[in-house]
């Protein structure tokens, strides 16, 4: 087919987009509606007494002004947090649980956390009658980095807890591991700083809220990755049936995973708009992103990698500080635990894994899932250390890598603690990306960089993510005969991905239905039973499985319209969708009708009225995409400027859908990956617990012409996990950039005796070690 699995269709939801017809939150407005701006802390840590509201609600234009007293007696409840249920403590007792009130009570615990909301009948309006509030602050300590909230000294922000360790949780064989390193002929080992980064989506998060007192039901229109679960939450959080409340999520401009989660503005907005009787929106601007979204990251780690005379692994041990900033989101304690359990294996062979983690608390904004969600953590922790470990043993970072890496031969490998995949050719992916990048001449082209007072180097990883599984999707398909049209819904949310058009090219060959016929429509929690929504790189396998359910019922339906119509048996009757042609024909003759009239039949009987069909799909399995990255650079002896000069990658992503929108998932990871490596920081100043870098003014973002042209390119080795073969690609370049870059940035400074570079690398950095004589990265 021409736009079949396959193909390399272009993304149908572009036109829309970027012709300024998009629908995102913003652009929703009701009649009749308010406006809500947030009175935030300007204090990191300090005692809340009195918020005095009275001269703000008696300000032009003011429709109402509140605090938490107000939600506490309309009965509102907590920020959720779903995550620390399922983290324990080494001793196996429950890790501290911290609460997150929707407005401040008694205590501020980061600059930026709301303590009002002033609601008046325009932005303007409310801008002004919040700076009429006036909170009574007694400001306190604050600790802002990570090492330090670990102390016995460091200030104490949830003083029920006793400290800011939270949880120090473990798993693996920690005496394996300690075996492992004892009898070891080599053990290297590295000490890490993953760098704390702000999310910084397109489009700044938005909620609007409106209240039906008739049918004393809510709507909340705000960008989501996955309706059902954001329903399922504000609803606990407010106190309410799940009934009682729709969720509406149309366009959404990037997520991350931070567009996951309950934040403070969803309640509240519903909460004003039940007090006023009028829909209120509330709109972030970019600065309150940097101040209120999730960030991502931040953790200290001290890893251990012990090997064998003969450099093989015999086992590895990992200890890891994560913060979790002032309050636990809803994933927080998941993020560093669970979610990269044994990922610290990567692709290879190891007989023993130990991973210990202390989760501290901190007065600055929450962390939570950011793209890879702890895998790309877990990632650069062990290609830090095989990259490494080649260096001290004089072998070459490709000859250590396939020493260790699980044989094609041996798949699906389930030795543990090795992670168990189901399909692979790690040596074959490696081997591709080599040839690619020209590895094996690189020296000439490092002497031809020095001839121009440059500083080049290459580097390497081989990354390994571990998508999202446990979960059930649905999806619903509905045939309209009026405007020969076919209706797709789905429980997942496109977030930029490109959904729309995966979908559609899914459907348009299992149905046979042109491309043009076929309508994908967004987030609401009234048209499906539930949705297991956007994150973890599960997306195509969910949705095409749900779709297949619904795609087979909805033909045998029509197999049974059809032969009524066409007087024969339903046995008798074939769908021809996957040819190409939406027909139900009968078998050995000429009879047939098309999809359209049998939806029009059905529209017709009493007992159908429309042709549609639901689908429910469950997946058990994870898929493991994986591939190898190649990263090579040019550093100005002189400024410590930087260059990627090339940047190859080859993946293996199972089967492939559409190769274009693969390629595009690779290039944004790749980027946001990159990003992190080479200047986006979030800094917090140690003595205020401000956050310095507030803006893009301060903060570092990459840009298109810091990029080389990525070479990219794929190994079809098929998952067996899930029906379709794929394996998720949504997250992986973010998985493998940044050991890679890393890796060429250390290779580049060797020659100044440089072992060590943390993310991230700037040219100052660079600049300092080159021109210091320093043997160590600056801290």
Not at 50 to 70: H, M, P
Not at 136 to 164: F, K, M, Q, R
Not at 595 to 622: C, H, M, P, R, W
């Amino acid at each position: 087919m021409k736009f079949g699995v396959g193909q390399p269709m272009t993304r149908v939801e572009d036109d829309r987009l970027i012709t300024g017809h998009g629908r995102y939150t913003d652009d929703v407005s009701l009649p009749d509606q308010a406006y809500a701006v947030l009175v935030r802390s300007p204090y990191a840590h300090a005692k809340l007494g009195q918020v005095d509201t009275s001269e703000a609600k008696n300000a032009e234009g003011v429709l109402g002004v509140y605090t938490i007293a107000d939600l506490d007696a309309a009965g509102f409840g907590e920020v959720p947090n779903v995550a620390y249920a399922m983290v324990k403590n080494r001793d196996g007792s429950p890790m501290y649980k911290t609460t997150r009130p929707i407005l401040a009570r008694d205590r501020v615990r980061f600059a930026g956390e709301p303590v009002a909301v002033v609601v008046a009948t325009s932005e303007a309006l409310a801008r002004d009658a919040a700076e009429l509030v006036m909170p009574d602050y007694d400001e306190l300590p604050v600790v802002v980095d990570t090492e330090a909230a670990a102390s016995s000294d460091a200030p104490v922000i949830w003083e029920e807890c006793g400290s800011n360790v939270v949880y120090d949780w473990e798993w693996g064989d920690e005496a394996a591991a300690q075996e492992a390193k004892a009898k070891a002929a080599h053990v290297t080992k590295v000490e890490l700083i993953n760098n704390r980064i702000v999310v910084n989506a397109m489009e700044p998060r938005a909620a609007l809220g409106a209240y039906d007192a008739a049918e004393d039901k809510y709507t909340l229109y705000s960008g989501s990755q996955g309706v059902h679960g954001m329903r399922s939450r504000v609803a606990a959080c407010v106190g309410l049936p799940e009934e009682k409340l729709r969720v509406i999520s149309d366009d959404v401009g990037g997520g991350f995973g931070m567009k996951t989660f309950v934040y403070n503005e969803y309640p509240i907005v519903l909460y004003a708009a039940k007090q006023l009787g009028r829909p209120v929106k509330w709109t972030g601007d970019r600065s309150e992103s940097f101040l209120s979204d999730t960030q991502g990251r931040d953790h200290v780690t001290s890893a251990e990698l012990a090997l064998d005379a003969g450099g093989k692994i015999l086992g590895v041990d990992v200890r890891t500080t994560a913060n979790l900033g002032a309050y636990q989101s809803q994933f927080a304690a998941f993020i560093p635990t669970l979610a990269p359990r044994g990922m610290h294996a990567g692709v290879y062979q190891v007989p023993a894994l130990y991973n210990r983690v202390k989760a501290v608390m901190t007065n600055t904004v929450p962390v939570d899932a950011y793209r890879g969600a702890g895998r790309p953590e877990a990632s650069y922790v062990i290609e830090r250390l095989m990259d490494a470990a080649a260096r001290e043993l004089g072998m070459g970072p490709d000859e250590l890598r396939r020493r260790n890496f699980i044989p094609a031969s041996e798949m699906p490998y389930k030795n543990k603690p090795s992670l168990p995949f189901d399909s692979g050719d790690f040596d074959r992916n490696l081997t591709d990306a080599l040839a690619n990048s020209d590895f094996a001449d690189f020296e000439a082209r490092r002497s031809a960089a020095a001839s121009r007072g440059k500083l080049a180097g290459i580097g390497l990883a081989y990354y390994v993510e571990r998508t999202a599984a446990g979960m059930t999707e649905f999806a619903r398909l509905e045939v309209d005969s009026e405007n020969d049209m076919v209706h797709v819904y789905t429980g997942q949310q496109s977030n930029g991905q490109g959904h729309e058009t995966v979908w559609t090219q899914y459907v348009s060959g299992r149905l046979g239905v042109d491309v043009e016929k076929i309508k994908v429509h967004a987030g609401d929690s009234e048209v499906l039973a539930g949705g297991a929504g956007t994150g973890g790189s599960k997306a195509v396998y969910m949705a095409t499985g749900a779709l297949g359910v619904a795609s087979d019922t909805l033909i045998e339906k029509g197999r049974e319209l059809a032969a009524n119509e066409l007087e024969a048996a339903v046995i008798d009757v074939e769908f021809r969708g996957s040819d190409g042609e939406p027909v139900f024909a009968v078998v050995g003759t000429d009879k047939r009708i098309d999809l359209f009239t049998v939806a029009k039949i059905a529209e017709g009987q009493a007992d159908l009225g429309e042709f549609s069909a639901d689908g429910e799909y469950d997946e058990a399995g994870n898929s493991y995409p994986n591939g190898a990255h190649v990263c090579e650079v040019e550093v100005d002896v002189d400024t410590g400027e930087f260059e990627i000069t090339r940047y190859t990658v080859v993946d293996d992503f199972g089967t492939v859908l559409n190769p274009l929108i693969v390629a595009g998932q690779v290039h944004g990871g790749i980027v946001q990956g990159l990003g992190q490596a080479m200047g986006e920081h979030a800094v917090y100043d140690e003595d205020s617990g401000q956050l310095l870098t507030g803006s893009f003014q301060d903060y570092w973002m990459p840009r298109a012409d810091d990029m080389p042209m990525f070479d990219f390119s794929y190994n079809e080795i098929p998952a067996v996990s899930n029906a379709m073969g794929v394996k998720g690609a949504g997250e992986a370049g973010t998985v493998g950039a940044p050991a890679a870059f890393i890796s060429a940035m250390i290779d580049a400074l060797k020659g100044h005796g440089v072992t060590r570079i943390d993310m991230p690398v700037t040219p100052q950095k660079l600049w300092r070690l080159i021109h210091s004589g320093a043997r160590q990265a600056a801290e």
